[in-house]
């Protein structure tokens, strides 16, 4: 039996755990027997099974969420009440607020009245990508996802 390293439940040949995430995504439990792990860890102290199989650590990659946010729904709080605040919504914090003081800075050179259409189509974009169960990184903008992703 295989366990989520995120949560520790069982997993049955699932693409993402009912928690969200893909089944070696993170590294709060061992996939191997659920004993729990730290962070750093990159093998299990109970059993010897390795954490790291080629995957991020959890705590540094933003997976689908159960329910998915709706890629419209995210474009929309990028767009109408603050640029950017789509990203926050879903975990890209840092990048969602540094974009914000971005855009505020670039409208006195009048350039920042388009940012918010940027913003609001990088997070569609984003948002699909973990609505098919993709992992996206903190600073990953639209333009980063291959092109055969979407």
Known sequence: ???????ASELADAEACRCGA????????????ANPTYP???????CGNKLDAGQP?????IVASNPPKDPSMMAALSFIPLPWLGQ????????GITMLLV?????????????????????YRLAQELREGRSIGPWDFFWSIPSNAG
């Open 22 to 33: 893909p089944p070696l995504a993170g590294r709060r439990f061992c996939d191997g027997c």
């Open 40 to 46: 750093e860890e990159t093998e299990c102290p109970n």
């Open 57 to 61: 650590a959890f705590r540094n990659t």
């Open 1 to 7: 039996m295989n366990y989520c390293r995120n949560c």
């Open 88 to 95: 926050i919504f879903m975990g890209q914090t840092a990048k």
């Open 103 to 123: 855009t505020v800075v670039a409208s006195v050179f009048l350039i920042g009245l388009i940012l918010p259409f940027v913003a609001a189509y990088d997070a």
